[in-house]
């Protein structure tokens, strides 16, 4: 098919602006593009037809930057059933079901306003998963905040999981898991980061292509009103002192809409009356119906006014622009438009056909019967900008030895201070304000486990049940320190956590904040993290299936710090074999999995306690990372293992006070025989190491021994207190008060 | 025993109660959309947690004027059993089949966490299978659990002794409002009518009823109903 010459030009409504340069800068186009978009028209464009250009060649909607980095990730294994480029990722999890999910960013409205951009950002991803014919499971979310001490950050903590609450949990999915990091980086730029992971039918997955002509297009879920126009567009720019006045770009949300339009979008799906569909999330009407013609190869004609309005008076470029949420776009086969109706009016929300699907491959708007809008579509696709933008690789920063870094002076305080502070301090005063337990399928809740673990809905019947491990990871510091290495260690965090439950990980979702990418230093940043990224990912076997890019988190030319944010899904036959963190009984064997070489660089002990943010991050070994966690993951599904938690953030001693904490147990350890220095051992951040509690502690050993893993017995569980060598003896119940009091006295204390 | 979980638009907890009873009972129970004034006899109906109508108005206010409630309301007064979870609890405060009303939690943050409740007493079709002070564990999911009633309202309550669980703390006592999530009157989290035909309660025995998945301490209330029942 090829797309048809132009037959009615469109008509210039009454006051309709003229199209001057300084409209089209308004509209975030450069002039290079501006003249290929004339070059593609063949003349000066309508308003609608720049506004729905600036959308599709925003940032945001065109991956214009970071497509050509994009490509570098690996996407396929035999398990993936769609990868990157719908509207979520889909993989096999056996049984004739898919787990379909994906993780997007809501960063600049959240700041802007942050419970509806929140909110919005919970139902977008929301809508991106049962758009495919899922219905969510759970939802997950990464958030990093400002500086405790910036003015902002309380209002923004507050509004942000106010507004995730909000909505999650009016949808009736639970929030299972996520992380919440503050760092000075994001005083300007917070990030929320929300996922979704689903479950269907392989055999009924529903996909945005079009196809059929003269079937017709229907617009479901809410009116359009004027919330978020050029929300896109907004969302590809840095902020400035004036970003606050861009409130009206911030959509609002209304869960109790999307609530009946989930309802309504899968009884329909139960049907076979669809032949595609496709959420309304960024540029609304704009991109949804772009992309639906553009991936079917057809063209297609909207009657504007036929969409349901909010409010009087809105013309065709705010339909086409407008963010408005809870809308979906169907293409439904011919003659099955009533049955849709009625389901669609069931459930009490608007449905209208707003145009049908034609062979011009040219999008024609039209306006009480006149053309206001004709665009070829494949141009608007295949010649839209792609930049490969001039990058600087971020150099290996030196090794800090541990010699370097001084040893505690009171080990109580150095606990006590890593265990409250902002990163490490309990967030339950922000889980248990989501609801992590409705559908009753929740067996690993937040702070019981490195992955959150849900029970398939579905599945075949039988003694066991299968379960969905999932989990969001991201070491910022260590991103900034070194890109690659960053990138490596967040995918081998995000399959280690998973590991730790004793699920098999199958695939992971990117979610990459950045800053500037005209910055070559940014650019660098970028493209370090992907290169990092796409070998963890190739070694671990662990593909990227979806993912969103948002660039351009800068205020006033200050960047936030790397943040490529990985959300992975595994899976487990039976989750009477799985294992959580928390250590509830007494006399069992501590084993530490993994070689420990007490590496401080870039580690929180040396910032908390030392206000230091130097040296190399720690080196991922990806042989070893599998090797160490192919070998856990055995033990554990072996029912060899009563709980397990891997090392992060604070390494050994903050993963056993996390365990003894989250299970009301304590533990008396010593050190091994080791060259490396106390502090070095128990605060240093190596990579690739667990924390085990078993019965037999010797024969866990000697099986890491046979499988040449090394593996250390360090102790045993029980008692009131954490006692490690002679070096500290700590009752659970002060650490607990240091560890639990420090967010809601926080979020409590006058601003 | 026959059952009917009611669903209006922006109920959420319907799946959850209606496996809880199929794992007791072994059958689904009927599923009843909240414009259908005319559903089939049933030996119990189970209002479900969620955001009825969005929650808009004041929660429970909208669902209570709906055709459903009115057959709902007709029943009750039968002596048809009605149990309202969560939501299910303000719809049915709102229909006037139970006293009080569920305000804004103290905090006025909305939370979810297990919480310990102790059974006021087993002489009821809820409870038969729970001792009188027994301590159960259940979770919460709720921003307007706050009961409320007036003192006169309160002490009758007391008197007839319609008051089924309270929150306590993990030994049971009560102290201080200890273990209370949302600041509620005397620490009430279910109530009965007079005749104990009617239960209101905010926690979710619904998702205790499983090892795995949140314990199995709500069991007893759906087998001493189907006990009661059958």
Same mark, same amino acid.
């Given at each position: 098919m090829t797309v048809a010459p132009e037959k009615n030009p469109p008509v210039k409504l009454p006051n309709e602006p003229e199209i001057t340069p300084q409209v089209v800068a308004e509209h975030g186009l450069a002039p290079d593009e501006y003249e290929r978009l004339l070059k593609i028209m063949g003349r000066t464009p309508t308003m609608v037809e720049l506004g729905i250009f600036s959308a599709m060649w925003s940032e945001h909607c065109s991956y214009k930057s970071s497509k050509v980095w994009l490509k570098k990730l690996p996407t396929k294994?035999?398990?993936?059933i769609q990868g990157p480029g719908e509207n979520a990722g889909v993989i096999d999890i056996g049984d004739g079901q898919a787990a379909i999910f994906k993780m997007e960013s809501h960063n600049h409205p959240s700041y802007i306003e942050p419970y509806q951009g929140a909110a919005t950002g919970v139902g977008g991803i929301l809508r991106d998963v049962f758009t495919m014919g899922a219905r969510p499971v759970a939802n997950l979310n990464a958030l990093r905040f400002g500086d405790?001490?910036?003015?902002k950050t309380r209002h923004l903590v507050s509004g942000v999981v106010a507004g995730i609450a909000g909505y999650g949990n009016c949808m009736g999915i639970p929030t299972v898991g996520g992380e919440t990091n503050f760092h000075a980086?994001?005083?300007?730029n917070i990030l929320v980061n929300a996922m979704t992971v689903g479950v269907a039918a392989t055999d009924k997955i529903f996909y945005a292509a079009a196809a059929g002509i003269g079937n017709p297009m229907v617009y479901v879920g809410s009116k359009t009103g004027r919330?978020? !126009?050029h929300g896109a567009t907004m969302s590809s720019t840095e902020f400035n002192e004036? @970003?606050? @006045? &861009?409130?009206?770009?911030v959509q609002v949300g209304d869960p109790f809409v999307e609530k009946l339009l989930l309802e309504a979008c899968l009884e329909l799906m139960?049907?076979?009356?669809?032949i595609a569909i496709q959420d309304m999330g960024a540029a609304g009407l704009t991109s949804s119906s772009f992309e639906m013609a553009a991936k079917g190869g057809l063209g297609l004609v909207m009657e504007l006014d036929k969409v349901p309005m909010r409010?009087?008076?809105?013309n065709p470029y705010e339909l086409m622009l407008s963010e408005s949420q809870e809308r979906m776009l169907i293409v439904l086969k011919p003659g099955r438009e009533d049955e849709a109706r009625k389901i669609f009016e069931k459930w009490e929300l608007d449905f209208a056909v707003i145009g049908h699907l034609t062979d011009t491959e040219r999008m024609v708007l039209t306006w009480h019967g006149d053309v206001v809008g004709n665009i070829p579509i494949p141009p608007l696709v295949t010649e839209a900008p792609m930049y490969e933008r001039p990058w600087t690789l971020t150099p290996l920063p030196p090794e800090l030895e541990a010699s370097k870094v001084p040893a505690p002076t009171d080990w109580k305080a150095s606990l006590l201070t890593l265990m409250s502070c902002p990163d490490l301090a309990s967030k339950a005063w922000i889980w248990?304000?989501?609801?992590?337990?409705?559908?009753?399928?929740?067996?690993i809740r937040p702070q019981g486990g490195d992955a959150a673990l849900v029970r398939v809905p579905g599945?075949? &019947? $039988?003694?066991s049940h299968k379960g969905l491990a999932m989990t969001s990871d991201c070491t910022p510091r260590y991103v900034q320190a070194h890109p690659e290495t960053g990138g490596r260690q967040a995918v081998a965090e995000a399959w280690r956590n998973i590991t730790a439950v004793g699920a098999r990980p199958l695939a992971v979702t990117d979610n990459m904040n950045f800053g500037n990418p005209q910055k070559p230093e940014i650019m660098g940043q970028f493209a370090g993290a992907i290169m990092g990224m796409a070998e963890a990912c190739i070694a671990l076997d662990f593909p990227v299936v979806s993912g969103n890019v948002s660039l351009y988190n800068e205020t006033e030319g200050r960047p936030i710090l790397p943040t490529p944010t990985i959300g992975a899904v595994g899976v487990i036959?039976? !989750?009477?074999?799985s294992a959580g963190s928390?250590?509830?009984?007494?006399?069992l064997a501590l084993v530490l999995i993994g070689e420990t070489k007490g590496w401080l660089g870039q580690s929180i002990y040396l910032r908390e306690l030392h206000g230091r943010e130097e040296g190399a991050p720690p080196p991922v070994d990806l042989a070893v990372e599998r090797r160490n966690g192919d070998f856990v993951r055995g033990e554990i599904v072996g029912r060899r293992v009563h709980a397990c938690h891997d090392l992060s953030d604070g390494g050994l001693l903050v993963a056993l006070a996390e365990m003894c904490l989250s299970g009301g147990t304590g533990a008396c350890i010593k050190l091994p025989a080791?060259?490396? $220095?106390p502090h070095a051992y128990l605060y240093g951040e190596d990579q690739g190491r667990y924390l085990i509690a078993t019965d037999d502690g010797p024969a866990l050993v000697e099986a890491a021994r046979k499988a040449g893993v090394p593996a250390v017995l360090l102790g045993y569980s029980g008692g009131p207190d954490i006692t490690v060598d002679r070096l500290l003896t700590l009752p659970l119940q002060e650490l607990r008060d240091a560890h639990e009091n420090w967010l809601p006295g926080y979020m409590n204390s006058a601003a | 025993m026959k059952a009917a979980v009611l669903v209006f638009p922006?109920?959420?907890r319907e799946g959850d109660v209606a496996q809880a009873i199929e794992l007791v009972t072994g059958r689904r129970p009927q599923m009843v959309w909240h414009?259908?004034?005319?559903f089939e006899k049933v030996d119990l109906i189970v209002v479900p947690g969620g955001f009825s109508?969005?929650?808009?108005?004041?929660?429970g206010a909208m669902a209570a004027q709906s055709p459903v409630m009115a057959e709902v309301k007709k029943r009750a007064a039968q002596g048809v059993p009605v149990l309202g979870i969560c939501n299910g609890f303000q719809i049915v405060t709102e229909a006037g089949l139970l006293p009080g009303t569920l305000m804004r939690n103290s905090h006025l943050k909305f939370v979810c966490a297990d919480v310990h409740l102790r #059974?006021?007493?087993?002489?009821?079709l809820f409870t038969n299978?729970?001792?009188?002070g027994q301590v159960i564990k259940v979770p919460v999911a709720h921003a307007e659990g706050n009961y409320f009633a007036d003192a006169d309202t309160m002490k009758r309550l007391e008197d007839r002794g319609q008051i089924a669980f309270r929150y306590c703390g993990p030994d049971g006592s009560i102290v201080?409002?200890?273990?209370? %999530?949302?600041?509620?009157s005397s620490n009430i989290a279910g109530v009965f009518n007079d005749t104990k035909t009617v239960l209101g309660l905010? %926690?979710? %025995?619904?998702?205790? #009823?499983e090892p795995m998945f949140g314990?199995?301490?709500?069991?007893a209330l759906f087998e001493g109903m189907v006990e009661a029942l059958s």
């Open positions: 294994a035999p398990w993936v405790p001490k910036h003015a980086a994001y005083n300007g919330d978020g !126009i004036d @970003s606050e @006045s &861009k409130r009206p770009t139960a049907t076979d009356a669809i409010e009087t008076g809105m248990h304000q989501y609801d992590h337990l409705i559908m009753g399928n929740t067996a599945a075949p &019947k $039988a003694a036959d039976d !989750i009477a074999t928390r250590l509830v009984q007494s006399g080791t060259d490396v $220095a | 922006g109920s959420n414009g259908d004034g005319d109508y969005g929650d808009y108005l004041r929660c #059974v006021e007493t087993s002489q009821s299978r729970y001792q009188a201080d409002g200890r273990g209370n %999530p949302n600041g509620s905010m %926690p979710h %025995p619904e998702n205790a #009823v314990g199995t301490d709500g069991k």
